[in-house]
């Protein structure tokens, strides 16, 4: 079967099951995964070989970038301790310990093989957890941890990960020496993501102030960029890991501030679907894989492997939460200062942080990159066993931690701090005042003095609702609800009769799209003002 059938196989595959997940109650990675098996049973799947490197070089760029592109900066930068003990210090616990563990539990894995599974499985996938707790208020602190620590630990975890490959190709390994390296690979892929990230900025700038650039040019740039940082990098042989989270990082920060509207709007579009496609590629890929790994894992019996799987599983969980409550309260106890500066821990909170260790995506990529050649043309060693294991443990995080989540949230009584929505209320209030005043101040002529009246009634309605205490807007709500809906039922009519002029030929498809879009704009717009309610 060729290529471009099987990818869009696939991608038909990933749009189905995610359909198909809004109706059953299983997380949507263990449904494509599935997924994958089935499709492994259609002739001519079955045997697809996924080339590592491509496959690591073509789905961990825009994964990282993304991540970078899309953390809250102020709340990262503010939440940095707990964030770097969880990702660098148990990073490296996770890899020691792991290896260890799997060298004596499994003798036929060598040492280095051992360390890059530990490197494989510590990366955490704050996306999941998102997705668990969207519908639960839980502070936010806790929220920016877990998104600040699954950032720096994927770069972390895919470095070591790439070291503890190369020991395994090579055959030779210094643990003073692969310090060392870290820290000028580290440095030095920094550097490039930061000025791969500053060029192209620089370069969409200049496209905008030329006005030799429209949104789909801006979007195929900001999708370019990850993989630009991630080759330059490895060109100059830095970490392109890093380089990509850096460069994911500063384009946050730089398209928030410089882009058109419309440009945002499409690029923003464009990177969700395009994360979903890559997401559920991965999971079904390894689904698709899952045949030919278990038969590659003759040697074991399913006791045996069953018995791996829960070890490391439960190794890797326990180590968490262990961690997690040593590096929460350690550093209160020792020094005054952290007492000072930081707010009182709950234990119930910290708990919920040391349970939200459920892996994902990254991990199932850099397990599906291991090499299948190792040093002097022999066989990776175990491979297959490495990406059974790894698998086990996104697929047994997942059911653990995300059946039980919610339930122990509600359990330990855990409930939001309300500052994300108390910051966002002040910030529509603001935003809405600075427009009235605008208004007021601009220099209307007498046939605008009707609209300017109507303009400044309706930002003086929003400023009342939001200032209005909660018990006081029911009568509020519902009357906004009722013209929401009348909003609705007339754009609904616009389109309709848009519809019947085009049928009737009194215009042609493009007149249509172009008012039809218009009319998709205003509604959009519609439903962002009733979800960005408080």
């Known amino acids: 079967m060729e290529y471009l059938e099987i990818a869009l196989a696939l991608l038909c595959a990933v749009a189905a099951l995610g359909a198909l997940s809004k109706r059953v109650a299983i997380p949507l990675p263990i449904l494509q995964m599935a997924g994958g ?16 490197p491509l496959f690591f070089a073509l789905f961990i760029p825009p994964l990282l970038f993304s991540e970078g592109w ?14 770097l003990l969880l990702a660098l210090g148990l990073v490296a616990l996770t890899i020691l310990v792991v290896g260890y563990l799997v060298h004596v539990l499994i003798p036929g894995v060598p040492l280095a093989a051992a360390f890059a599974l530990g490197a494989i499985i510590s990366p955490t996938d704050a996306v999941a957890v998102s997705a668990i707790t969207r519908k639960l208020q839980i502070p936010d602190r806790i929220t920016h941890v877990i998104k600040g620590e699954s950032l720096i ?30 820290l000028v690979l580290s440095l030095g892929g920094a550097i490039v993501g ?3 990230a500053w060029i192209v900025g620089g370069l969409r700038l200049w496209l905008l102030r030329r006005e030799s650039s429209e949104p789909i040019i801006q979007t195929t740039l900001s999708l370019l960029t990850p993989f630009a940082a991630y080759f330059a990098a490895e060109q100059l042989h830095v970490s392109g890991i890093l380089a990509v989270v850096v ?37 079904v890929l390894l689904g698709l894989q899952l045949r030919g790994v278990i038969a590659g894992l003759a040697g074991h019996s399913w006791r045996e492997l069953a018995a791996y799987a829960a070890i490391l599983s439960a190794t890797v969980i326990v180590l968490r939460i262990a961690w997690v409550f040593i590096g929460a309260y350690l550093p209160r106890w020792l020094f005054r200062k952290v007492r000072e500066r930081e707010e009182p821990l709950h234990p119930a909170d910290v708990f919920i942080v040391g349970w939200s260790g459920i892996r994902g995506s990254i991990t199932l990529a850099a397990a599906l990159s291991l090499p299948f050649l190792a040093a002097a043309g022999q066989f990776f060693p175990e491979r297959n066993l490495l990406i059974y294991l790894a698998g086990s443990v996104i697929v047994i995080t997942l059911l653990v931690h995300g059946l039980t989540l919610p339930l122990l949230i509600r359990w330990f009584k855990i409930v939001g701090d309300g500052i994300a929505e108390r910051e966002e209320n002040m910030a529509r209030i603001a935003v809405a005042e600075a427009a009235i005043r605008q208004i007021r101040q601009h220099a209307i002529a007498p046939h605008e003095h009707v609209f300017a009246a109507r303009l400044i009634a309706s930002y003086e309605r929003k400023i009342q609702h939001l200032a209005a205490a909660k018990k006081d807007r029911g009568d509020f709500e519902t009357r906004v609800n009722a013209e929401s809906s009348l909003c609705f039922d007339a754009l609904s009519a616009e389109r309709e009769e848009l519809f019947r002029l085009q049928q009737n030929q009194s215009i042609n498809e493009e007149v249509l799209r172009t008012i039809q879009r218009e009319i998709d704009y205003a509604e959009s717009s519609l439903l962002g003002s009733i979800e960005g309610r408080p």
């Open 194 to 196: 930061l000025a791969v």
């Open 37 to 52: 098996v089935a499709i492994s049973f259609v002739p001519g799947f079955a045997d697809i070989r996924i080339d590592p």
């Open 153 to 182: 630990n994927d770069a972390s975890g895919l470095v070591a990960f790439k070291f503890a490959v190369a020991a395994v190709l090579t055959g030779a390994f210094s643990l003073q020496r692969a310090a060392l390296s870290f």
């Open 70 to 83: 899309r953390i809250p900066k102020r709340d990262f930068f503010r939440v940095m301790r707990p964030v």
């Open 247 to 283: 460069a994911g990082v500063y384009a946050g920060i730089h398209d928030t501030r410089n882009l058109a509207t419309e440009t945002r709007l499409q690029t923003w579009e464009v990177w969700t679907m395009l994360l979903f496609a890559f997401n559920g590629l991965v999971f």
